[in-house]
């Protein structure tokens, strides 16, 4: 103890004065405890509220079959897009239901985009053809809507669909095919 009165004595008069007492240290292991049991009790409210978060996520890319499709996989469910090569030209098929805003002429949007070398055709005559899954056949003139060529068909019911173009390019060839749609 006679260490700390000469420190005490040197630095009395010096602005950096402190006391290095007994009960400082006291009061210094009392405030690092209350930090203790602050932080954990912060950390437990953590872990309590992200729980749930970490559980439903594990659920959501689950696997079971007795659960509801989720809102993506069902938007996939809704959706349909394949690209085939056709003559060299890169052709996108995509069909999609039609909202009721979005009808053109039936309950899904039968849709196509034409490309070569990476660049959208837009100056292409198209004509598309659907036959449904009872053997009945729609044929059809496609708008250009964008960077796509559409039109709407009564898509609805269960069951494969043949689904079919044929579009003429501006050097006057004609190039046709075809994907099916449904199971």
Known sequence: MVWLYRFKKNLENS??????T???Y??????????????????????VLLTPLLLQA?????SHGNQAPSIASQQQQDMFLEKKVIDGYDVSFHVMK???DMQHGGSHNFMVKIEEHGKVLGDVVINSKVIDPDGKTAS????????WYMNGY???????????????TIDGKKHKGGVYYGK
Do not use: C
């Open 58 to 62: 594990s659920d959501d890319h689950s």
């Open 140 to 147: 059809k003139g496609l708008i250009k809507m964008g960077d």
């Open 98 to 100: 039609a909202s009721e």
């Open 154 to 168: 009564n898509l609805g019911n269960k069951g494969r669909y043949q689904l079919m173009i044929l579009f003429k």
């Open 15 to 20: 602005p950096a004065y402190f006391e290095y």
């Open 26 to 47: 006291i009061s210094y292991l009392g405030t690092v405890k209350k930090m203790k049991k602050t932080n954990l009790i912060i950390l437990v409210t953590f872990l």
């Open 22 to 24: 007994p009960s400082f």
